[in-house]
């Protein structure tokens, strides 16, 4: 696996190292001791998928408050997504800067978000899919969220989302 930094602190891309043949490819995904080798400790307690039917699906921004921060590992086993990770650690010296890959089955990209870091994703392709890993078990009382087009962040989504929730839509400004 290939780690690099991205523009938020901890946020890390993570590139696989495919071996091909004939065949087609072998690739690792999680190697704990590799994760620990780049300043990474990530143990997942909990794997989840989201599969949204639609180009232009917004999910997010999405994390959960502490004491029970994720740490969460994200990859798109099908389709393609814009996926964004924004820093709302106060302390951070990142502190509400976000930053993006475009993940698909193609590129292989993984990001690496650490508890604090809220997450959301815009489908670029219909029936695209996601695997979540986390670091730590849902805690439904704990969710909490921040508007994915919030000024305080300034993200530039790649396009208007088509399919969006109530809930993601309506959070308040961030007052952080």
């Given at each position: 696996m290939i780690f690099a930094p991205t523009a938020v602190a901890g946020v890390q891309r993570i590139a696989p190292e495919r071996r091909g043949d004939d065949?087609?490819?072998?690739?690792?995904?999680?190697?704990?001791?590799?994760?620990?080798?780049?300043?990474?400790?990530?143990?997942?307690?909990?794997?989840?998928t989201s599969f949204n039917a639609r180009r232009g699906t917004l999910r997010g921004l999405h994390f959960q408050a502490e004491p029970h921060g994720e740490d969460k590992v994200i990859r798109c086993t099908r389709g393609q997504i814009f996926d964004v990770a924004v820093d709302l650690r106060p302390g951070s010296p990142t502190f509400r800067r976000?930053?993006?890959e475009i993940l698909s089955p193609?590129?292989?990209?993984?990001?690496?978000?650490?508890?604090?870091?809220?997450?959301?994703?815009?489908?670029?392709?219909?029936d695209s899919e996601i695997e979540y890993m986390m670091?730590?078990?849902?805690?439904?009382?704990l969710a909490r969220g921040a508007r994915?087009?919030?000024?305080?962040?300034?993200?530039?989504w790649p396009e208007e989302p088509a399919v969006i929730s109530d809930r993601d839509r309506t959070y308040p400004d961030f007052k952080g």
């Open positions: 065949r087609g490819f072998f690739a690792r995904t999680v190697c704990l001791r590799e994760f620990r080798a780049h300043g990474i400790e990530f143990q997942p307690v909990q794997c989840s976000w930053a993006s193609d590129n292989g990209l993984q990001l690496f978000i650490p508890r604090g870091c809220a997450h959301g994703f815009l489908t670029l392709a219909d670091a730590e078990y849902y805690f439904p009382d994915w087009n919030d000024p305080a962040f300034g993200i530039r």
